[in-house]
DNA sequence: TCAAGCTTGATGCAATTGCATCTATCGTCT
DNA sequence: AGACGATAGATGCAATTGCATCAAGCTTGA
């Protein structure tokens, strides 16, 4: 487990089947949803970690943090939210530059009917092919690739 | 293991790390490229599908087969990939509209450059990390969830 | 208090992606 | 041969992404 330049082949191979079955699976999940007429998976992890927050509410700069994704990519994701109505912005009190990013009912609603066609993929590509026990081995593997690790 | 609507809590887990873990590794690899001013990943796949498959090239198609990109993704960064000289796209005799994409002298320069870091990028990113075996589980759990699936 | 630097979020512009469609060629069937 | 459908690859246009930068507000420190 020393740092090398070169890789073994066991981590070239975990590192492939990552990548591509990831992929794969990113595009079986979002295929289904344009399949349903709902919006990309970007906009489920949008609304599902403000749905979590709650009324309170989230800024911006929490989501990116939360979601992975650049500022600019959450900044112009919100205002397509904002525009269909889907989150509310609101002033921030104690700070005038930023603002709160509160979901809107049609939102939960959104969020609701994305989770029925999203789950239904969870289920099938990856419930459906390994067993409870299986998918946390998983779980555990990869959480050691994060940065920081981690093996809950 | 039967299919259901609504996924496990375990199955939930593992699509989530799969997805964060497999982002956060993509964009550390390709942001390594970019600090060592080689080109994105995409490249990569692509020209290492080509080193493999010799003087005889590939087809376009083929390639599509083996990258998963899409067709107009491919026949574009085709089309950059001759434009800087790191293929070569010759006509096929057998088939008026089909090309036979080589790859270049340069292209395999490119390549080997771009191995130094991404390689290097793998060994720390996933190698360091897990020991061999784990590595070889990883691979095997997640060959099960391909399509179609297998264990190798 | 106010200048300097940091943080938050937006945005102009170029490059890339996605979608739909198009052209050209091939293969098959009559 | 000729028509019809399928396949290979390219491309116009709209949407999205990435990069760099900007504007506004906050914080600190002299």
Redesign the pocket.
């Known amino acids: 487990m020393t740092e090398k330049a070169t890789p073994s082949p066991e981590a070239i191979k975990a590192w492939a089947r990552l990548m591509r079955v990831s992929r794969q699976l990113m595009e079986s999940a979002e295929e289904a949803l344009?399949a349903a007429g709902l919006p990309?998976l970007?906009w489920y992890d949008v609304l599902h970690e403000l749905a979590e927050a709650g009324e309170g509410g989230l800024?911006?700069?929490?989501?990116?943090e939360r979601t992975l994704?650049?500022?600019?990519?959450?900044?112009?994701?919100?205002?397509?939210l904002e525009a269909d109505g889907l989150v509310e912005?609101l002033p921030?009190a104690?700070?005038?530059?930023?603002?709160?990013i509160r979901i809107a009912a049609k939102g939960r609603e959104i969020r609701r009917q994305m989770w029925a066609v999203y789950g239904r993929s969870i289920a099938e590509l990856v419930g459906a092919k390994l067993s409870a026990d299986e998918l946390t081995m998983v779980s555990a593997l990869l959480g050691r690739l994060r940065h920081p690790p981690a093996g809950d």
Chains 1, 2 share one sequence.
Do not use: C, E, H, M
């Open positions: 344009k990309p970007a800024r911006p700069f929490q989501l990116i994704f650049a500022q600019y990519n959450i900044s112009r994701l919100l205002t397509r912005k921030v104690d700070d005038g530059r930023g603002q709160t």
